[in-house]
């Protein structure tokens, strides 16, 4: 009976692990992986140059818990509706042109699942608004993306500026110049 129980006991561990081992993650090909993560991120920006907002809602995931947080509390958005309602409203604009940009020290970590990613970079983005330039020039750019049926999808950025470059816009000018 001792014998037959431990016989059962050791063929119910070895179905577990196996079992077990099928449901765990196959290793992820991390390097694959950051290069289409990288395209996402880049095409939901460059999106812009031809107004392809195909290629822009592809970036995204497409529910309520889409966030975006703005250097400015008024462009701060929740939610994929909003952020479909303000690319029409204002990014589809025929004032709005997209010129340029580019993503300095782009930074792209995965979750150990490979079912998550997160980026940091410096984004100089180039826009004009009404012929006038519309520039964000070493902004911080950070987010978050999960894997949704095999595709790379974001759902939170966050954009700000360093408080360095606020004290520089509100430095008085100089009054020693030209004595």
Request: some cysteine; aromatic content about 14%.
């Amino acid at each position: 009976m001792t014998k037959r129980l431990s016989l059962v006991s050791i063929s119910l561990v070895i179905v577990l692990l196996i079992g077990g081992c099928s449901t765990m993650p196959d290793k992820v090909d991390t390097a694959t992986e950051k290069v289409k993560v990288e395209e996402v991120i880049k095409n939901s920006i460059r999106w812009v140059l031809t107004k392809d907002t195909t290629m822009l809602y592809n970036c995204f995931y497409q529910d309520p818990s889409l966030f975006w947080f703005s250097p400015d509390n008024a462009s701060t958005l929740s939610g994929f509706a909003a952020f479909r309602k303000t690319t029409e409203q204002f990014f589809m604009d025929p004032r709005f042109k997209g010129v340029s940009s580019d993503f300095k020290n782009l930074k792209v970590d995965f979750s150990h699942s490979g079912e998550c990613a997160w980026w940091s970079c410096y984004l100089d983005d180039f826009n004009e608004w009404d012929g006038q330039p519309s520039n964000w020039v070493n902004v911080r750019w950070t987010g978050v993306l999960e894997k949704i049926d095999g595709q790379w999808k974001i759902r939170q950025m966050h954009f700000s500026h360093a408080f360095e470059d606020f004290q520089k816009k509100a430095a008085p000018p100089d009054s020693t110049a030209g004595k």
